[in-house]
């Protein structure tokens, strides 16, 4: 099954914790979302691979350790996913930046893309797809297939809220794909929202309600 990490930081917890107040505005919740994503971005490349070579400084040859791959890349699941994308490509800035968007289909109510933009060379990627909620886990389930399907070294899934209900349906679908949240949740509601979640993350986002 895949690894669930829960980011406790002190500094996420605060940041989520402003987030989630509905009387935190438009401006202040894109910069939350950003500073969120590159504080848990920390954590989620802890593990990535080091490889030993040698280098010169200017004082003597000596081995160092550098990135096994440095070929990465950041995908958002359209919308509210763009809002986490430039936090974490601050501390990845060399990481190519792919585009998947879904919809609701409402015959199969399932997601279908309709928009899917990926770096050429995926398949030698370690992938990191970021959407601010994981609800009922269809999106990122989704977007995990298509990514699977072109080819990737890895995926990471980091979303700042997650719902038991998504998280399992995730680990079911993806086992090998390991979860970063800041929190899980309690619940998901009758109209599949997260609670006590933080609302429409997209429309908080944007500004579009
Ligand atoms: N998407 C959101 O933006 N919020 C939720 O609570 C669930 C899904």
Do not use: W
Not at 14 to 19: G, Q, V, W
Not at 82 to 94: E, R, S, T, V
């Amino acid at each position: 099954m895949s690894n669930v990490t829960v980011i406790d930081h002190p500094l996420v917890q605060h940041k989520l914790s402003l987030l989630r107040d509905k009387n935190t505005g438009t401006k202040a919740f894109r910069e939350l979302v950003t500073e969120l994503a590159l504080l848990m971005g920390y954590e989620v490349t802890r593990n990535l691979e080091l490889v030993e070579t040698e280098i010169e400084t200017p004082v003597c040859k000596t081995r160092v350790k550098t990135l096994a791959n440095e070929k990465l890349a950041v995908i958002p699941i359209l919308r509210a996913g763009l809002g986490m994308a430039d936090g974490m490509m601050g501390l990845i800035p060399n990481a190519r930046i792919g585009h998947i968007g879904l919809y609701r289909n409402p015959d199969t109510l399932k997601p279908t893309g309709y928009y899917c933009k990926l770096p050429p060379d995926v398949e030698e990627r370690d992938v990191i797809i970021v959407d601010p909620m994981l609800a009922t886990g269809n999106s990122a389930i989704e977007a995990c297939r298509i990514v699977k399907e072109e080819g990737c070294k890895s995926i990471r899934l980091v979303c700042l809220i997650g719902a038991p209900e998504g998280v399992e349906t995730m680990q079911q679908a993806h086992p090998d794909v390991d979860i970063y949240l800041a929190n899980l949740d309690e619940k998901l509601n009758d109209h599949g929202y997260i609670v006590p979640g933080l609302g429409d993350a997209g429309d908080r986002l944007f500004g579009t309600k």
